[in-house]
């Protein structure tokens, strides 16, 4: 089974500072078709998990150009710039290449 | 807009049976494959199974197999997991969730608690 290690996992960020969200996993992740399935999600308070990132670095549609998605092999980024209140909650990375899909432990982000 | 609305959690004793249920609106529901996602009370994401668009592929998490059966009728839009043999460890909201993959479009989820 695929592990992925997120870091940190308790997230302290002040408005309008950026945040980086680290996600390790323990085999690379590039699919037979070619694409690396690494995606990201976001959980508000309350809420049901949204995808924020789909295939390492696509931005879903209505996600604010504050978030991004970066990396390669085993290791892989969330970044999100200008924080502001609405981005308070956890946040996943999954991996859909190697079955069983895994996700990571969760980054609680708060302001 | 894209929908999907679970249904059929609820409080069962430990060794009982539950069915759910969720129904897909406006995701083009019969060409996906797809998937329940579960979460226990205050904890992180977990799979449970996935099920290709003919429902002739299922996969399953080590934990529910021969426990848990995926299903789906497309004429009704509607995927389902029956749980038998259920455990406290079950307990968790479900969530149904389109393409495996990538996880596109989730439900709002439907809550199993599993006590006696």
């Known amino acids: 089974e695929v592990v992925l290690t997120q870091s940190p996992l308790s997230l302290p960020v002040t408005l309008g500072q950026s945040a980086s969200i680290s996600c390790r996993s323990s085999?690379?992740?590039?699919?037979?078709?070619?694409?690396?399935?690494l995606n990201w999600f976001q959980q508000r308070p309350g809420q049901s998990p949204r995808r924020l990132i789909y295939?390492?670095?696509n931005r879903d549609s209505g996600v604010p150009d504050r978030f991004s998605g970066s990396g390669s092999g085993t290791d892989f980024t969330l970044i999100l710039n200008r924080v502001e209140a609405e981005d308070v909650g956890v946040y996943y990375c999954?991996?859909?290449?190697?079955?069983?899909?895994?996700f990571g432990q969760g980054t609680r982000l708060e302001i | 807009e894209a929908q999907m609305v679970e249904s059929g959690g609820g409080l069962v004793q430990p060794g009982g049976s539950l069915r759910l249920s969720c129904v897909a609106s406006?995701?083009?529901?019969?060409?996906?494959?797809m998937t329940w996602v579960r979460q226990a009370p205050g904890k992180g994401l977990d799979w449970v199974a996935n099920?290709?668009?003919?429902?002739?592929?299922?996969w399953y998490v080590d934990s529910v197999k021969g426990r848990f059966t995926i299903s789906r009728d497309n004429a009704k839009n509607s995927l389902y997991l029956q749980m038998n043999s259920l455990r406290v460890e079950d307990t968790a909201v479900y969530y149904c969730?389109?393409?495996?993959?990538?996880?596109?479009?989730w439900g709002q989820g439907t809550l199993v608690t599993v006590s006696s």
């Open positions: 295939k390492v670095s």
């Open positions: 406006g995701v083009n529901f019969s060409v996906y494959w």
């Open positions: 099920i290709n668009p003919a429902g002739s592929d299922k």
């Open positions: 969730v389109r393409r495996p993959r990538d996880l596109d479009y």
């Open positions: 085999q690379g992740l590039v699919y037979s078709d070619g694409d690396t399935y």
């Open positions: 999954m991996q859909g290449t190697h079955w069983p899909f895994t």
